[in-house]
């Protein structure tokens, strides 16, 4: 396994957010974690991404702890948050050179991740005009740059339509069969398919959970 989380624990004042995270992920895979408003799921992955200080715990990457050594997270992990992390004032093409050098952000919409997310067809077109599809498109393309071998994902298709959310599905499963690792905070049910494995955070802990098309099954575990 090339990515192992152990222990992990988060509190705000005395509210328990995580009190045992725990879980190993090999290369290649993706792994969905489900849970309700509130249960921990975006603070499990910013703490992953280095946003958050965790209280505890370990998270190792080819034997190395992360949270050790935090300088290395931007190299390793990709991370687009629930929310909007662009600058609105500024189209796709200059939100992205703030993150490549121009040969690069070239070669990238020619025959690499932004062209497989479609991001050369609205290069010119202000944030603050796009809609959510781009937008996302676009936080993923600017979280990839490093070509990072994990990818934390915070509801990555959440009220996309189905165009956009096929160009993010097809660029996910390029990147897991190029060996990366996808963690996937997600409520929506399609998601899933890009899974190999769920899990659901309930009362600050990982429970393993085959999805089997119950909906109803899956609400009341959510519950």
């Not at 190792?60 to 662009?86: C, F, K, T």
């Not at 990839?144 to 599905?169: F, G, M, Q, T, W």
Request: aromatic share 6%; proline share 3%.
């Amino acid at each position: 396994m090339e990515m192992e989380l152990a222990g992990i624990r988060k509190s705000y004042k005395k509210k328990k957010v995580l009190t045992d995270i725990s879980l190993s992920v090999g290369s290649g895979s993706c792994v969905g974690i489900l849970g309700g408003n509130g249960s921990g799921k975006s603070t499990l992955l910013s703490i992953l991404a280095g946003v958050q200080k965790a209280d505890g715990g370990t998270f190792h990457y080819q034997g190395e702890d992360l949270m050790r050594n935090s300088a290395r997270i931007p190299a390793v992990i990709g991370y687009v948050p629930q929310g909007n992390p662009l600058i609105e004032e500024l189209n796709a093409w200059d939100n992205l050179r703030m993150w490549y050098d121009r040969k690069t952000l070239q070669r990238e919409l020619q025959q690499g991740a932004l062209a497989m997310l479609g991001i050369g067809d609205f290069l010119k077109t202000p944030v603050r005009r796009m809609s959510g599809g781009m937008k996302k498109r676009l936080s993923i393309g600017c979280a990839v740059v490093a070509k990072p071998r994990i990818l934390l994902l915070d509801e990555p298709s959440a009220a996309l339509d189905l165009v956009c959310k096929e160009n993010i599905y097809r660029y996910l499963e390029r990147y897991k069969a190029e060996g990366g690792i996808v963690l996937l905070a997600t409520h929506d049910m399609q998601e899933l398919e890009l899974c190999e494995r769920c899990y659901i955070i309930k009362e600050g802990v990982l429970e393993a959970y085959q999805y089997d098309g119950d909906l109803h099954h899956l609400a009341g575990k959510l519950r």
